[in-house]
């Protein structure tokens, strides 16, 4: 019997989410194995070095750097103010003098003698990472971060758009298949996370961020309508990093698709309670999920281990087709022939057999399905 290891979306109401908090260069880590976090704790700090400001002293002077060096007011190691006085000269018996002024605030990090340079380093910045999740510390990465463990209600989306966000989930649709329109959105959307139906166009994207809601959830959106909120053409690279006011979250595809009901259902039974989103999508090697994270109230000890990432494919097993000309389609595996087949780009491949929610029956690459789990 043929059997394959596909990555799925997973749906569920209750699984152990483990979330790695890494810092981009060695820090400190700010929390203890055990250590129970809320989404806005600092569980790592670093400190980003700034940059350097090189002051042309001489020549604002009009000298040679030997020359300019007796003029130098600071010293290796000050701590200056923008418009502090770097050098000064004085001529015609002291009536004129020069001024060189830093235009920075910072270190004075060099002096140099060949240039008649100075060198003055920004103060760093800091760089913090949160839990991002409620939970507990469940293991400590030395210098760098910690792996953070709760038990949630979890859903990924099959695309999204926008980075961490952590709010209260607020369904504004009646069922799965309906259109979430401005006229659902009102001031209440403040701080929320809002769950739609089948689609929500650029307008209503545009009410949700201007009411001040956090996030979004439909089932799909229309290519035009993501472009308008986006500002320009989505890329093929990792999403996430975007500058909107809400993230957006679709779990099924683009168009106009009714959410999975099993997914819908979930989510109103989260209504009110908090959630982390995360919008960051990668398709291709090394995927990566949108997500949905409701931690429930009691946390599990943190000796289980995190559910497994991936099933095995087997007839009856729900999927969602993720390349054309099915993008998006839900339907469940009807057969896994174990001989490879030669599809229309000329490649040779395994493919399964799958009903799909209209009734057709279809012949797909098994690369171009994902196992939709049940939980």
Do not use: W
Request: aromatic share 4%.
């Amino acid at each position: 019997m043929g059997a394959a290891y596909t990555p799925g979306l997973k749906v569920s109401a209750g699984t152990i989410v483990r979330k790695i908090r890494r810092l981009p260069l060695k820090g400190s880590v700010l929390v203890a194995v055990g250590d129970e976090v809320t989404p806005d704790t600092v569980v790592a700090l670093a400190e980003l070095p700034g940059i350097m400001r090189n002051v042309r002293v001489a020549e604002q002077l009009g000298m040679e750097p030997a020359d300019a060096l007796p003029a130098m007011k600071v010293k290796t190691g000050d701590m200056v103010e923008v418009g502090d006085l770097l050098a000064e000269t004085k001529s015609f018996f002291g009536l004129f003098k020069t001024e060189v002024k830093s235009p920075v605030a910072g270190t004075v990090e060099m002096i140099s003698e060949h240039t008649g340079h100075v060198g003055v380093r920004l103060p760093p910045t800091p760089v913090q990472v949160k839990a991002y999740i409620k939970g507990r510390v469940a293991e400590v990465i030395p210098e760098e971060g910690a792996v953070i463990e709760t038990e949630a209600a979890f859903v990924q989306g099959i695309f999204g758009v926008g980075g961490e966000r952590v709010g209260e989930i607020m369904v504004v649709v009646d069922n799965p298949s309906d259109v979430l329109d401005e006229s659902r959105i009102g001031p209440d959307a403040s701080g929320k996370i809002l769950i739609g139906g089948s689609n929500i166009g650029g307008a209503a994207l545009k009410k949700a961020c201007e009411m001040g809601a956090i996030g979004v959830v439909v089932g799909a959106i229309i290519d035009k309508d993501l472009t308008d909120f986006l500002g320009y053409d989505i890329g093929v690279a990792i999403t996430g990093q975007e500058d909107i006011d809400a993230t957006l979250i679709v779990t099924e595809g683009f168009g106009k698709i009714p959410m999975a009901e099993r997914t819908f259902r979930l989510l109103k039974s989260l209504e009110g309670r908090q959630a982390s989103i995360n919008g960051a999508t990668q398709i291709r090697a090394g995927v990566i999920r949108p997500e949905i994270i409701s931690p429930l109230d009691k946390l599990k000890a943190a000796t289980k281990e995190a559910e497994r990432d991936s099933q095995e494919l087997a007839v009856g097993a729900d999927i969602r087709i993720i390349r054309e000309p099915y993008f998006g389609v839900l339907g469940k595996v009807a057969a896994l022939p174990p001989e490879p087949v030669q599809i229309d780009s000329g490649a040779v491949v395994r493919v399964l057999e799958a009903d799909l929610e209209d009734g057709r029956r279809v012949a797909v690459p098994r690369a171009n399905v994902e196992i939709i789990e049940k939980g």
